[in-house]
């Protein structure tokens, strides 16, 4: 199954949003009896650290890749497609 670039992305979109959440679930689900200010202020500096320093170049990296192929229609999965 082929989809158009812009609709490869929308996909590579949910997914990632899909496993943010799960991350945030799991992280709120850990010792939320013991929430205190510092630890709020903590999980902020890892969450902003980690998005500008890791997912933000690999979101980049990836939307430069898809909009880069030549053809505008690709397969959804390249795995089957081999």
């Known amino acids: 199954m082929k989809v158009s670039k812009k609709t490869l992305l929308l996909i590579a979109g949910t997914v990632w949003l899909i496993a943010g959440i799960n991350i ?3 992280g ?3 010792r939320t009896e013991k929430w205190s200010l510092l630890m709020c202020l903590l999980s902020l500096a890892v969450l902003l650290s980690f998005h500008f320093f890791v997912f933000r170049k690999m979101v980049g990296k990836h939307t430069r890749r898809i909009i880069g192929y030549e053809e505008e229609l ?4 390249r795995f089957f497609n081999r």
């Open 74 to 77: 690709q397969p959804f999965y």
């Open 28 to 30: 709120l689900t850990v």
């Open 24 to 26: 945030l679930r799991i």
